[in-house]
T-cell receptor, first 115, second 114 residues
Framework: DAGVTQSPTHLIKTRGQQVTLRCSPKSGHDTVSWYQQALGQGPQFIFQYYEEEERQRGNFPDRFSGHQFPNYSSELNVNALLLGDSALYLC??????????????FGPGTRLTVL | KNQVEQSPQSLIILEGKNCTLQCNYTVSPFSNLRWYKQDTGRGPVSLTIMTFSENTKSNGRYTATLDADTKQSSLHITASQLSDSASYICVVSALMGDTDKLIFGTGTRLQVFP
């Protein structure tokens, strides 16, 4: 039973570039959430996807966008990268919203460094 | 404003000793509270999850408590091991319609030395 997987594990970009991060949810999960975690801080919620639609969104600018595919995998896109976007990006999957036991399982993260 | 505060920010203990981490929250409406362990550069791993009606839950050497009246939780680690060195994050869920919104604490960084 595969857990949550993310790719790539590490990524280095320069300011102004665009980046795409990928996530495959845990088997049986169809909801994917993305988080940004700066060094020494707790994760900050970016957005959540369910049924290929963005269901919730945190306080992140429009430079952050996402997509969910029919197989429930998801992408996080960040445009016009800033130095402050350097962080660990975490993907978490869960069962559909509204179910009692919709615990989120986290992937290993993608470490993004913007130079 | 929904907030989760953890203390201490960091903690150093010797192997074999016990320790207790604290979490205070102002989250409404409350759905559940979870403790996660996060190794450096890795994703968080769930230790415990408690709903409003539960006041204690154990997972091996980890025991979490919840006082919903005072909005406090603690995570007690017994007989610490070197592998317990990690950040421990308290996460409180606020029930928003048919889904939960997770509010994360900034974590307690635990270092266990031999």
């Amino acid at each position: 039973d595969a857990g949550v997987t993310q790719s790539p594990t590490h990524l280095i970009k320069t300011r102004g570039q665009q980046v795409t991060l990928r996530c495959s949810p845990k088997s049986g999960h169809d909801t994917v959430s993305w988080y940004q975690q700066a060094l020494g801080q707790g994760p900050q919620f970016i957005f959540q996807y369910y049924e290929e639609e963005e269901r919730q969104r945190g306080n992140f600018p429009d430079r952050f966008s996402g997509h969910q595919f029919p197989n429930y995998s998801s992408e996080l896109n960040v445009n016009a990268l800033l130095l402050g976007d350097s962080a660990l990006y975490l993907c978490a999957s869960s069962s559909p919203p509204g179910l009692a036991d919709n615990e989120q399982f986290f992937g290993p993260g993608t470490r993004l460094t913007v130079l | 404003k929904n907030q989760v505060e953890q203390s201490p920010q960091s903690l150093i203990i010797l192997e074999g000793k016990n320790c207790t981490l604290q979490c205070n929250y102002t989250v409404s409406p409350f759905s559940n509270l979870r403790w996660y362990k996060q190794d450096t550069g890795r994703g968080p791993v769930s230790l415990t999850i408690m709903t409003f009606s539960e006041n204690t839950k154990s997972n091996g050497r980890y025991t979490a408590t919840l006082d919903a009246d005072t909005k406090q939780s603690s995570l007690h680690i017994t007989a610490s091991q070197l592998s317990d060195s990690a950040s421990y994050i308290c996460v409180v869920s606020a029930l928003m319609g048919d889904t939960d919104k997770l509010i994360f604490g900034t974590g307690t960084r635990l270092q266990v030395f031999p």
